[in-house]
T-cell receptor, first 114, second 114 residues
C-alpha cells in the first residue's frame, strides 16, 4: 500500500459525459501528479500540482482539468468524454518536487467510456 | 526532449533464470532514474532508484546501475521467480518545466514459468 488513495476504482460512463476522479495523497505529501495509462500511448503525464498550485502540464487535453484543494487532495475532471478516453488514470504524490524525489502511485481509476 | 527506451517484450523465462531488461535514456542534465513494477491488476510500485552516475539501486534481488557513459539503467536479477511476473517500467525525472514528473518507457512484460 503506497498510501495514495484513488476513488472510484472503476467507472463506466457514456460518451459526452463528465466524470471526476479523486485522489488523496500520502500524508504530508505536497506534490500531486496525474497520469493516463492506455495500451497505445503508454504512461502519459497529464498535470502536476504542488501545494495547491498548478506547476506543470503534460499531454493533458483541454477537455480535462484538475485542481488541488487546501487539504491537498486533488480531483481530475474529464468532460465531453470520448471512447478514446478509456484508460487507467493514476494519481501519484511526493513530499516535494525535485529531480531525486520519489513519486508514489495509487492503484488507479479504471475509466471505461461506452 | 527527455525520453526512455526499453527493450520490447514480452520476455518469457523459466524460474531461476537470469533476467536483464535493457533501458537507455536521453536527457539533458542529470536525471534520476527509476524502475517501477506493475503486477496484474495493480498500480505502479517503486522497485528501485539511482540519483547519480555509478549509483546502484537494489531491492528484492533486483539491481540496476546508473551508467552515464552508456546512458543506461539496465534491470537485472540473478534468479527470477514466478511471482516476479509483471510489467516493468524504466523512468527518469523530467526537468523543472515538467515539475520533475516522471517520463516512462513503454514497459516490458515479464512472464516467469515454473
Amino acid at each position: 500500500d503506497s498510501g495514495v488513495t484513488q476513488t472510484p476504482k472503476h467507472l463506466i460512463t457514456a460518451t459526452g459525459q463528465r466524470v471526476t476522479l479523486r485522489c488523496s495523497p500520502r500524508s504530508g505529501d505536497l506534490s500531486v501528479y496525474w497520469y493516463q495509462q492506455s495500451l497505445d500511448q503508454g504512461l502519459q503525464f497529464l498535470i502536476h500540482y504542488y501545494n495547491g498550485e498548478e506547476r506543470a502540464k503534460g499531454n493533458i487535453l483541454e477537455r480535462f482539468s484538475a485542481q488541488q484543494f487546501p487539504d491537498l487532495h486533488s480531483e481530475l475532471n474529464l468532460s465531453s468524454l470520448e471512447l478514446g478516453d478509456s484508460a487507467l488514470y493514476f494519481c501519484a504524490s511526493s513530499v516535494l518536487t525535485g529531480a531525486g524525489n520519489t513519486i508514489y502511485f495509487g492503484e488507479g481509476s479504471w475509466l471505461t467510456v461506452v | 526532449g527527455d525520453s526512455v527506451t526499453q527493450m520490447e517484450g514480452p520476455v518469457t523465462l523459466s524460474e531461476e533464470a537470469f533476467l536483464t531488461i535493457n533501458c537507455t535514456y536521453t536527457a539533458t542534465g542529470y536525471p534520476s532514474l527509476f524502475w517501477y513494477v506493475q503486477y496484474p491488476g495493480e498500480g505502479l510500485q517503486l522497485l528501485l532508484k539511482a540519483t547519480k552516475a555509478d549509483d546502484k539501486g537494489s531491492n528484492k534481488g533486483f539491481e540496476a546501475t546508473y551508467r552515464k557513459e552508456t546512458t543506461s539503467f539496465h534491470l537485472e536479477k540473478g534468479s527470477v521467480q514466478v511471482s516476479d511476473s509483471a510489467v516493468y517500467f524504466c523512468a527518469l525525472t523530467g526537468n523543472s518545466n515538467s515539475g520533475y514528473a516522471l517520463n516512462f518507457g513503454k514497459g516490458t512484460s515479464l512472464l516467469v514459468t515454473p
